[in-house]
C-alpha cells in the first residue's frame, strides 16, 4: 500500500506540468493565430492589399481605405473579445480560472 501512496505522489507533479505545459501551449496558439490575424487585417488589407481592394467600395470610400482606418480596429476590438472568451474557456477546462 506505501508503494502506491509513492506513485500518486510521483506522478501528481509530472501531471502538474503536463497540464502546464499543455495549457502555455493552448494559450500561445490562441496569441500567435490572433497575431496573425490582427497584422493580415492591419498591415494585409490597409498596406499591401490596399491598391487591389481600391475598386470595392464601403461606406463612400474604398475597401483598403476602410481597413487603415476603421477595419483594423475593429476586427481588433473583436479579437479581444474573442481572446478574453476563449481564455476563460481555457481556464475552465484547465481548472484554473478566477472567481
Known sequence: MAEQTTNRGAGRPAKAAEDGAGYWKANI??????????????????????????????????????????GSILVFLALIFFYAWRMNKLDREYGVEED
Request: no cysteine.
Open 29 to 70: 496558439r490562441i496569441i500567435t493565430i490572433s497575431l496573425i490575424i490582427w497584422a493580415i487585417v492591419s498591415y494585409g488589407f490597409g498596406i499591401l492589399l490596399r491598391p487591389l481592394l481600391s475598386g470595392i467600395e464601403i461606406g463612400g470610400t474604398d475597401l483598403g481605405f476602410w481597413f487603415a482606418q476603421q
